[in-house]
């Protein structure tokens, strides 16, 4: 039996936020940005939301455009949240606003090794364009990981 998730409200993502979001960004990857580097991704070219259900934070996406070309930078799922339909939720949002800021084009890189998201943005209309070798350090510590470019035309 499939349980429906309640639509979760958005909001915009300050300065201010980032310190709150910091602890979903350090769960969710073996390498998380810095505070410092989640900063500077505010504001500027970058659009960004964080998702909230009963007055609980749980998710965020960062997204950039350069001219007609959307780029999701970061997108993040609390884990006790995680595979109940808040990251496809989270897309949504991306793509919603990606297209109202006039992108043709969406981009995102993902681990090789993350098949839950790679099959997220496969059923969302994206295709792998690239691989970049080697891209991410590993979880483990040990070795790299390769990247998985991949894009989705609004045409």
């Known amino acids: 039996m499939t349980t429906s998730i309640k639509q979760p409200s958005f909001h915009a993502i300050s300065k201010n936020d980032v310190k709150n979001l910091m602890a979903i960004e350090e769960a969710c990857h073996s390498h998380p940005w810095s505070e410092k580097t989640f900063s500077s991704c505010i504001g500027g070219r970058y659009f960004s939301e964080y998702a909230s259900s009963y007055e609980k ?9 350069v001219i007609d070309e959307a780029t999701l930078m970061d997108i993040c799922v609390t884990p006790e949240h995680q595979g109940k339909g808040y990251g496809k939720a989270l ?26 998201a790679q099959m997220l943005y496969i059923n969302m209309g994206f295709s792998e364009t690239a691989r970049r ?12 990981e390769d990247a998985i470019v991949m894009s989705k035309s609004l045409k």
């Open 91 to 116: 897309l949504l949002q991306f793509i919603s606003q990606a297209t109202k800021q006039g992108a043709q084009k969406l981009f995102l890189e993902v681990r090789a090794k993350n098949i839950s």
């Open 133 to 144: 070798t080697g891209y991410y350090p590993s979880a483990s510590g040990f070795g790299y």
């Open 57 to 65: 934070i749980i998710g965020f996406y960062v997204g950039e455009i």
